[in-house]
């Protein structure tokens, strides 16, 4: 099994709808990220979360809310969809230590019509 | 924070080893240079980091020069699977957290 899972992989959904995107981890880890892609273009943070209690805004959180459920569980919401939100979105965890790897999780790809 | 400049495409034949350079002229002493590939929208992995000193594990090494403003990833005996995007990322922590800046990265190809 994968270590850090996403759900939905697809979604296509409306404007105006409310989404929710959830990712689950069994690595233990205390951090986890939500970052988006669009197309050519590098992945930029939405929010990051050092554990349960810890939550920040990352460089593009305007239209975007997260929950932290559990230490395991990093869900990312968008309350009201809007077409330019349209793109691939990744949860990543990693270790408590400042200087480690951040592991990613496959992706969901979400279309907003 | 600091940015990377990575050429937008390179390729390199099977069985050779690619160089992949980033300039990163504004780096600052506490920022770590990062390297993730990303396989046809698949999740980014690691590969390799380094702050100074030349790093070398199984995947790659990393070449850093000496005034840090520019580095090389290397891939020894590149294989078809290498074929992807390579990000080159200059780490800072602020408040405790690491914060990874992704740029457009160089879409490597492997040509049999």
């Known amino acids: 099994d994968a270590d850090v899972t996403q759900t939905p992989r697809n979604r296509i959904t409306k404007t105006g709808k409310r989404i929710m995107l959830e990712c689950s981890q069994t690595k233990g880890h205390d951090r986890m990220y939500w970052y988006r892609q669009d197309p050519g273009l590098g992945l930029r943070l939405i929010y990051y979360?050092?554990?349960?209690?810890?939550?920040n805004k990352g460089e593009i959180s305007d239209g975007y809310s997260v929950s932290r459920q559990a230490q395991a569980k990093f869900s990312l919401s968008l309350e009201s969809a809007i077409p330019n939100q349209t793109a691939l979105y990744f949860c990543?965890?990693?270790?408590?230590?400042?200087?480690?790897?951040?592991?990613f999780g496959p992706g969901t790809r979400l279309t907003v019509l | 924070d600091a940015k990377t400049t990575q050429p937008t495409s390179m390729d390199c034949a099977e069985g050779r080893a690619a160089n992949l350079p980033c300039n990163h002229s504004?780096?600052?002493?506490?920022?770590?240079v990062y390297w993730y590939r990303q396989i046809h929208s698949q999740g980014p992995q690691y590969i390799i980091h380094?702050?100074?000193n030349n790093e070398t594990n199984e995947m790659a090494s990393l070449i850093i020069t000496e005034d840090r403003k520019s580095s090389t990833l290397i891939l020894p005996h590149a294989t078809l699977r290498d074929t992807a995007v390579y990000y080159c990322i200059v780490r800072v922590i602020i408040q405790g957290a690491q914060k990874l800046v992704f740029g457009q990265g160089t879409r490597l190809t492997i040509n049999p």
């Open positions: 979360s050092f554990d349960v209690k810890d939550i």
């Open positions: 990543a965890t990693s270790p408590g230590f400042v200087y480690n790897e951040q592991f």
């Open positions: 504004t780096i600052s002493g506490n920022e770590y």
């Open positions: 380094g702050l100074k």
